[in-house]
């Protein structure tokens, strides 16, 4: 959980969040709120995407005995 909370598309994806909300309450309700949400909604994606196969690249740490 702590990858996701400290990797910085996420934290992008999150605070970018907050203009899309903005615009929803404030703007006009048209094809272009939709396809913000769309966009929002893919970035998303990509950002926990990107922080599972970077996790799967690292892979488990091993201890030497």
Do not use: K, Q, Y
Request: charged content about 20%.
């Amino acid at each position: 959980m702590r990858r996701f909370l400290f990797n910085g598309a996420v934290i992008g994806a999150a605070f970018s969040a907050v203009g899309v909300i903005n615009a929803t309450r404030t703007g006009p309700r048209d094809w272009r709120l939709a396809l913000m949400w769309v966009s929002w909604g893919i970035s998303v994606a990509i950002a926990v995407g990107t922080v599972i196969e970077e996790s799967r690249e690292n892979g488990p740490l091993e201890l030497d005995d």
